[in-house]
């Protein structure tokens, strides 16, 4: 239909998702935002500036949990979904800025980097989901 976003069948409101996926696309290359350049990373798969993709990953984890905080500080609101998403962002591509993609010897992204980016995003969720549920009591 004409106007739809893809994957919808009307032509109804799109919530700014158009708009959010081609700015994602041109910030993290063609594979887009959804922490696909993290799971790349995490499959094995080569990924083009590693460091620059991890420092923007890192900085979308900001811009959210910043976002998040004034809202919770100055309107007494939050968003629990943001703030899960916002540390893993924070946590895993603030270690892929700093280890990059350090390379074994078949050419493969090495295990220790993906094991320490697997952590850290995945210490960031947990993180994430501890203090949404705290933050809801």
Partial sequence: ARGAA???????PSHGRA???????SAFGASGLAGSFLLAYLKGDPVEKPRVKGALGAAL?????????VLLFLADRYYPVALVFALPFLFGGGALAVLGQPLGGDGRPAIWGKL?????SGFGLLVGIVL????RI
């Fill in 116 to 120: 320490a980016v697997g952590a850290a």
């Fill in 6 to 12: 893809p994957g919808q069948g009307g032509a109804g």
């Fill in 61 to 69: 984890g900001f811009l959210l949990l910043s976002l998040n905080c």
């Fill in 132 to 135: 949404a549920v705290l933050l």
């Fill in 19 to 25: 708009f959010a996926g081609a700015a994602a696309t």
